[in-house]
């Protein structure tokens, strides 16, 4: 099994569409391990590990997230996996 990391923002209409609250229930359902968070600009941001084929389909879901939102664009980055999250959060700023 590989295991890996990946960074995602999506931006559109991504807030107050309880983008955070459902990409929470995904994951759990996947076994994906991670954060979300809203930032300052209006986008959402995210953080996945764990095994790659759960992984990646936790990034095909936050890139159309759940039926209320609106996603425009979004931006995918690979990391060095870290293993360092036991659980998925929902973060605040």
Do not use: C, H
């Not at 459902?22 to 953080?47: R, T």
């Amino acid at each position: 099994m590989r295991y890996i990391r990946v960074r995602i923002r999506v931006y559109g209409r991504v807030q107050g569409v309880f983008f955070r609250q459902s990409a929470a229930i995904v994951a759990e359902k996947l076994g994906v391990f991670g954060y979300i968070q809203n930032l300052e600009d209006g986008s959402v941001e995210a953080v996945y590990e764990g095994e790659e084929e759960s992984v990646k389909k936790m990034v095909e879901w936050t890139k159309k997230g759940p039926s209320t939102a609106k996603v425009t664009s979004y931006s995918i980055t690979y990391e060095p996996y870290k293993g360092e999250f036991k659980s998925f959060e929902i973060r605040y700023f």
